[in-house]
């Protein structure tokens, strides 16, 4: 790296463009919908510190016949992207793979080299960034290290090993392995970006760690909510996975045994419990049933709620390893927040949320209903706290830059 040049960085991992993205979850179970997100709120940090960016992808799907596609081609990401960024195309390529159970990391590693390595020699990178724990990428990065010289970081979102639902019980040993393999690879890295501090010295003791709980992307956000109208139904919104695992079914509960009429859950996302909180939605109609809402249109829905509530479990290695990026997105908004008390979360954000008393039902629901018996002035102060915390933590031009110096520190 020059002295004073700033870095030349490629972004490895699942960064497509919002054409590809939205055929990928007309036909995907999981909903990446974040992974896709923070890809794009890394990217807007890099360009922020001015950073010379490029990507090498593939789209976030799961394997056959989860996701029913069987071969994905290489190929550029300019034209894919020159929506994305308002005609400022990215410059990056496709890696090809066969999306089958173990052959796709085979040939994800064998495709990422063919096409990866000379991309990162004629883009002249200095570093690698590794988005996630996908143990193809993350020796793929070893590799570069190796053959090319370019500094290697891992950014570290999730832990690795996470069990699907339904999984067959080989997969999840296999799963097991590759917990082993990522451990193996980060030894060999030079450093790691990571949303928890847990994450980065459970799988990447030893390396130097940079803390970084998310990035706000520099899209446009929509205005501050306005104050409900007298007489309107008191909404509470949830988005994201519907699944036990991020706590919807504790939400619903609160909310059904709450005595008051006038309140109403809405519940924007796709999961396992979808058929669960259909019967719910049937059963009482201050819940409606669920609905998937693109994207673009979320935030325009969450913010004309009343409150926004993250129901995770406090306890596991969820709640140790990751930061829920949605609360994030509802911060964003300026809609009062509510959450559960997870250890992830940073002492600094305690002004701009409600923090459920525990992580029950009977938890949530008396958080809730705390904020119902806030004035509006006061419930909007805590709104717009939030997003002000928000914006001052998370905001792509300090993010960039503090990604911009940990990149020049590892080069000292």
């Given at each position: 790296m020059t002295p004073g040049a700033p870095p030349a960085v490629t972004l490895l991992g699942f960064t497509v463009g919002d054409a590809m993205m939205r055929e990928v979850l007309r036909r995907e179970p999981a909903m990446p919908v974040q992974t896709h997100a923070f890809a794009w709120a890394v990217l807007d940090a890099l360009r922020a510190a001015e950073c010379r960016?490029?990507?090498?992808?593939?789209?976030?799907?799961s394997t056959y016949p989860r996701y029913p596609q069987l071969l994905?081609?290489?190929?550029?990401?300019?034209?894919?992207?020159?929506?994305?960024?308002?005609?400022?195309?990215?410059?990056?390529?496709?890696?090809?793979?066969?999306?089958?159970?173990?052959?796709?990391?085979?040939?994800?590693?064998?495709?990422?080299?063919?096409?990866?390595l000379p991309a990162l020699r004629r883009w002249r990178s200095t570093v690698l960034l590794v988005h996630g724990v996908h143990s193809p990428f993350l020796w793929l990065g070893v590799l570069a290290r190796a053959v090319t010289g370019t500094r290697v970081v891992a950014v570290?979102?999730?832990?690795?090993?996470?069990?699907?639902?339904?999984?067959?019980?080989?997969?999840?040993?296999?799963?097991?392995?590759?917990?082993?393999?990522?451990?193996?690879?980060?030894?060999?890295?030079?450093?790691?970006?990571?949303?928890?501090?847990?994450?980065?010295?459970?799988?990447?003791?030893?390396?130097?760690s940079l803390l970084m709980e998310g990035i706000l992307s520099r899209r446009p956000e929509p205005p501050a909510p306005a104050a409900g109208k007298p007489g309107a139904t008191f909404d509470i919104a949830y988005a994201g996975g519907l699944s036990?695992?991020?706590?919807?079914?504790?939400?619903?509960?609160?909310?059904?045994?709450?005595?008051?009429?006038?309140?109403?859950?809405?519940?924007?996302?796709?999961?396992?419990?979808?058929?669960?909180?259909?019967?719910?939605?049937?059963?009482?109609?201050?819940?409606a049933a669920p609905e998937f809402v693109p994207r673009e249109s979320l935030a325009e829905r969450l913010r004309t709620a009343r409150v926004l509530v993250n129901p995770r479990p406090a306890g596991g290695d969820l709640a140790r390893y990751g930061f829920p990026s949605?609360?994030?997105?509802?911060?964003?908004?300026?809609?009062?927040?509510?959450?559960?008390?997870l250890p992830c979360i940073p002492e600094a954000y305690r002004a701009g949320m409600i923090f459920a008393e525990t992580d029950t039902a009977a938890g949530l629901a008396g958080a809730i209903a705390r904020v119902r018996a806030l004035p509006a002035a006061d419930a909007a102060a805590i709104g717009a706290k939030g997003r002000e915390l928000l914006h001052d933590r998370c905001g792509p031009a300090r993010q960039g830059q503090r990604l911009r110096r940990f990149f020049e520190e590892l080069g000292r």
């Amino acid at each position: 790296m020059t002295p004073g040049a700033p870095p030349a960085v490629t972004l490895l991992g699942f960064t497509v463009g919002d054409a590809m993205m939205r055929e990928v979850l007309r036909r995907e179970p999981a909903m990446p919908v974040q992974t896709h997100a923070f890809a794009w709120a890394v990217l807007d940090a890099l360009r922020a510190a001015e950073c010379r960016t490029t990507v090498l992808s593939v789209p976030p799907v799961s394997t056959y016949p989860r996701y029913p596609q069987l071969l994905f081609r290489g190929g550029t990401l300019a034209e894919d992207t020159a929506e994305d960024t308002a005609g400022d195309t990215v410059d990056g390529a496709l890696i090809p793979f066969v999306n089958l159970p173990l052959v796709r990391h085979a040939t994800r590693f064998v495709g990422g080299c063919l096409t990866g390595l000379p991309a990162l020699r004629r883009w002249r990178s200095t570093v690698l960034l590794v988005h996630g724990v996908h143990s193809p990428f993350l020796w793929l990065g070893v590799l570069a290290r190796a053959v090319t010289g370019t500094r290697v970081v891992a950014v570290l979102t999730d832990a690795p090993g996470v069990r699907l639902p339904g999984e067959h019980r080989v997969l999840t040993a296999l799963r097991r392995l590759d917990v082993a393999v990522v451990r193996a690879a980060l030894r060999r890295y030079d450093g790691v970006v990571s949303v928890t501090e847990d994450l980065a010295r459970d799988f990447a003791p030893g390396r130097r760690s940079l803390l970084m709980e998310g990035i706000l992307s520099r899209r446009p956000e929509p205005p501050a909510p306005a104050a409900g109208k007298p007489g309107a139904t008191f909404d509470i919104a949830y988005a994201g996975g519907l699944s036990r695992d991020y706590g919807v079914d504790r939400l619903v509960e609160a909310v059904r045994g709450m005595p008051d009429p006038g309140v109403r859950l809405l519940l924007f996302g796709r999961g396992p419990l979808d058929p669960w909180l259909r019967r719910q939605a049937a059963a009482d109609p201050r819940i409606a049933a669920p609905e998937f809402v693109p994207r673009e249109s979320l935030a325009e829905r969450l913010r004309t709620a009343r409150v926004l509530v993250n129901p995770r479990p406090a306890g596991g290695d969820l709640a140790r390893y990751g930061f829920p990026s949605k609360l994030l997105e509802y911060l964003a908004t300026g809609v009062p927040v509510v959450t559960t008390a997870l250890p992830c979360i940073p002492e600094a954000y305690r002004a701009g949320m409600i923090f459920a008393e525990t992580d029950t039902a009977a938890g949530l629901a008396g958080a809730i209903a705390r904020v119902r018996a806030l004035p509006a002035a006061d419930a909007a102060a805590i709104g717009a706290k939030g997003r002000e915390l928000l914006h001052d933590r998370c905001g792509p031009a300090r993010q960039g830059q503090r990604l911009r110096r940990f990149f020049e520190e590892l080069g000292r």
